[in-house]
Nanobody, 117 residues
Framework: QVQLVESGGGTVQPGGSLRLSCAAS????????MGWYRQAPGKQRVLVAG???????YYADSVKGRFTISKDNAKNTVFLQMDSLKVEDTAVYTC???????????WGQGTQVTVSS
């Protein structure tokens, strides 16, 4: 059974920074199958950042150049460094793992990020 534990959310002013963490426990086929999503009020949940099978990173256009996804393979932990935050970044940020054996999705509890002046 895979469990995801998230931390790092909070409230910041526009232009500020936050660093989110997601630690996975249980059997992980590949840390590259972990990624970050967010859901803003009244909006659908969307992909923010993730990895390809080879470890390259990809980002939603709305956060490219401001957010950075990284990983600690030894600790099965994925990070999301968020810089130059905007009010539009306000959302619940959630970590996801795409399971292989068994084939199913695992989600963290979500952490609130609020950007306001």
């Amino acid at each position: 059974q895979v469990q995801l534990v998230e931390s790092g959310g909070g409230t910041v002013q526009p232009g500020g920074s936050l660093r989110l963490s997601c630690a996975a426990s249980g059997t992980i086929f590949s840390i590259n199958r972990m990624g970050w999503y967010r859901q803003a009020p009244g909006k659908q949940r969307v992909l923010v950042a993730g990895f390809t099978s080879s470890g390259s990173t990809y980002y939603a256009d709305s956060v490219k150049g401001r957010f950075t996804i990284s990983k600690d393979n030894a600790k099965n932990t994925v990070f999301l460094q968020m810089d130059s935050l905007k009010v539009e970044d306000t959302a619940v940020y959630t970590c996801k793992y795409d399971g292989v054996y068994p084939r199913r999705d695992y989600w963290g509890q979500g952490t609130q990020v609020t950007v306001s002046s």
